[in-house]
């Protein structure tokens, strides 16, 4: 009983954070990570299970009369109930899981810093300021590719890495920020987004076949439509709103399928789109295929439920940090030590 109320507890505690959090939120010590908009998702859940139990309740209820034999009638029911579960399923897997994220270096990359020559002036001597380079230059299948340098996660990104500015992290194979579940669309969870747009467009096409054979028995029961439509209004109703959501997410699914056979990201068609490029990536429409949907998912390179380890806390990399602030002062003892031959012959 003592951990069916924590458990109680622990689940109420993670709907307020999902509701008030802006930051990004961790739930059941770190194994699911939303993003900061998370509250967007009790929408998204919200116009997936509400047409679905006015389906179930009206529609489906009748077709279990109108069609000879309820075991067709039931068959209908229960493919709904467990495709939407599938459904939902996925959107928790894209919306709860590391979509890739780049964990942050804590220091500066001391090794990458050059010294900038238009510096400042002090006492008649030219001062070199540090800094750090702002790309450098990586092979990637045989052909040079230039990176960025994140001041925020103080690292290179790695080839097709963007830095998300809600999420406020570097993810790796970033395709986009989906508002719909939350979350960022990357290397880890681009495949569970795909299958979820995919087959949400599959379940949207479903009922509203489902309604129009609804409409079609009571047409023959009524004689015409306007009857029929008057017998069962909540079957137009969901005709007009799968037909409006189809074309939202039927599209978006034909968009990804043209990413994938071409092996693009969102980020990478709207950002150079009308640029010729070479697609460094394409391997081929089948292999491009292959590598999305039929390959494993790369293991996180973080581990969010993890204890903070002593070598990671401030106080004990205190050596480290005077070295970061020696760095970062570095045109000061440039300047002590050029000065120093003076003091020495004094």
């Known amino acids: 009983m003592f ?9 109420f505690l993670n709907i307020f954070l999902i509701l008030h959090s802006p ?11 939303f993003g900061p908009d998370a509250r967007s998702l009790i929408i998204t859940l919200l116009l997936i299970i509400v047409p679905v139990i006015i389906f179930c309740t009206n529609v489906a209820r009748n077709l279990i009369d109108e069609i000879s034999g309820n075991i067709a009638g039931y068959a209908i029911l229960m493919v709904t109930v467990v495709f939407t579960t599938y459904v939902l399923l996925l959107l928790l897997l894209t919306s709860a899981r590391d979509p890739g994220i780049v964990p942050r270096n804590l220091h500066p990359l001391t090794e990458e810093i050059c010294y900038d020559s238009s510096a400042s002036i002090d006492v008649g001597r030219q001062t070199p300021t540090p800094r750090v380079h702002p790309t450098k230059v990586v092979v990637v299948n045989g052909v040079p590719v230039r990176v960025k340098y994140c001041s925020t996660c103080l690292l290179y990104r790695p080839p097709r890495c963007s830095h998300c500015s809600i999420c406020d992290n570097c993810v790796e194979r970033f395709d986009h920020h989906c508002p719909w579940v939350g979350q960022c669309i990357g290397m880890r969870n681009y495949k569970s987004f795909f299958l979820f747009i995919s087959s949400s467009t599959v379940l949207c096409i479903f009922i509203f076949a489902m309604s129009a054979l609804n409409i079609k028995f009571l047409m023959d029961d009524y004689g015409t439509f306007w009857k029929a439509m008057k017998e069962s209004p909540l079957s ?14 039927g599209g978006l699914t034909c968009f990804h399928l043209y990413l994938i056979g071409t092996n693009q990201t969102t980020y990478e068609t709207f950002r ?5 490029r070479p697609r460094i990536y394409d391997r081929g429409c089948l292999k491009n295929f292959e590598e999305v949907l039929c ?3 790369k293991p996180s390179s973080n581990n969010f439920h993890a204890y903070v380890q002593e070598n990671e806390r401030g106080d004990s990399d205190g050596n480290r940090r005077e070295k970061v602030e020696d760095d970062r002062e570095i045109g000061g003892n ?3 030590i050029s000065q120093r031959p003076e003091a020495d012959d004094a």
């Not at 137009?236 to 997410?249: E, G, H, K, R």
């Open 23 to 33: 930051l990004q939120i961790f739930m059941f010590g770190g194994r699911l990570i």
């Open 295 to 297: 390959s494993k998912i």
């Open 272 to 276: 150079y789109g009308g640029v010729e």
């Open 3 to 11: 951990i069916s109320i924590n458990l109680i507890y622990e689940l």
């Open 236 to 249: 137009v109703v969901l005709m007009v709103y799968c037909f409006i959501f189809l074309w939202f997410v």
């Open 334 to 336: 440039l300047l002590k």
